[in-house]
Every structure is written in C-alpha cells, then in structure tokens.
C-alpha cells in the first residue's frame, strides 16, 4: 500500500523540526493535515516542562513531488487540553469595567454609612429615652432633698451667728449659705455698697 505525499514528508518535518529546537524537546507524531496546494502541517507532541499538552506544528510546501519540500513554519500551539491565557479584551473595555465596579463600590459604601447612622440615631434615641429616664429620676431625688433641706432650714435664721458657727467647727458654711452669701454680694456692688457693710 503506497503512502500518501503527506506522510512520507513525516521524517522530513520531524528532522526540520528537530533541528529547530533539539530532540528532548520534541515528542511522538499525532497527526497530519493537508492543507492542499502542496501544503501540509505535521503535529507533534510537545516534551517542554510547563507546556503540557501543547505540540509542535511544521508546515511543509512541496508544490511538486519531483521538487524539493520547504518549511514554511514551525509553531508551538496549544491543544485541546493544555493551559492558555485568557481572550484578549481591549483596553477601553477593562476600563470600562473597572469603573463601574469603583462606583458599584461607591454606592455600597455609600449605603453603608446611611445604615451605620440609622443604627447611631437609633441608639441615640434609645441614650435620650433612658436619659430622660434617669433625668426625671434625678429632678425627683433633687426635689425631695431640697425639700428636706428647706425644711431645716426653715429652722435656722440666716445670719452671722450661722456664719461665725460655721468658721468655728472648721467646715464650710451651706452650699445655699454661700449663694445666699455670693447674692447678696454681687446685690451690693450693683447698688455701690461696700458688701461688708
């Protein structure tokens, strides 16, 4: 059985591409393609680390059979199974994407600082009710003191005698005394009197 021109042109494509990078590098034949013309490309497989499953491809001419054949080229190529990088996507494009992903980003950030000052005005609120709370406890408290307060007072008779006591036990007099006192100061400079007198 004769073989076709494109398979005796084998072992001239594999020599050729031997030659081209050395014989480690260069793996067993897997197929032929007649391209027509006296065009054929001749695969093999691909013996390179970090390049599995791609092979060698020579593309021998040979317009004549009585001529003799060229290489035309030799490629490494990827194959069904081998790694490749990603399409190429121009740059307008990535720009492109990349800025609506930056004002997606902005608008969830956006979103998130209304959220975080709900959450603050929500507890602020809560703060002011307790706040209050606490506040109206405190007036109550204030009031019955007072009250108590006034009430022993009522007792005493504002004068120098609870002053001159005062300075004899070593305390202060009364907060009350002391503004009563401060009163009556300021009330006597205001009119030009000697706040002593």
Known sequence: MPKSPALEQKDFARTALIEATSKSKVGNFIEVFEEGE???????????????????????????????????????????????????????????????????????????????????????????????????????????????????VADLEEGENAEDDSEDTGRKPPRFLRRRKGFKIKKARGKGKNPQD
């Open 38 to 152: 006296g065009v054929a490309t001749y695969l093999f497989e691909n013996n390179q680390k970090g390049y599995v499953g791609w092979r060698w491809s020579v593309t021998i001419f040979q317009a004549d059979p009585s001529e003799a054949a060229t290489v035309s080229e030799i490629l490494l190529m990827p194959g069904p199974d081998s790694l490749v990088a990603p399409d190429w996507v121009p740059w307008s494009e990535r720009l492109a994407d990349y800025k609506a992903l930056q004002l997606e980003l902005e608008k969830q950030a956006a979103l998130d600082a209304e959220d975080a000052e709900e959450a603050d005005d929500a507890d602020d609120s809560d703060d002011d009710i307790d706040a209050d709370a606490d506040s109206d406890e405190e007036v109550e408290d204030s009031v019955e003191e007072s009250t108590e307060a006034d009430l022993a």
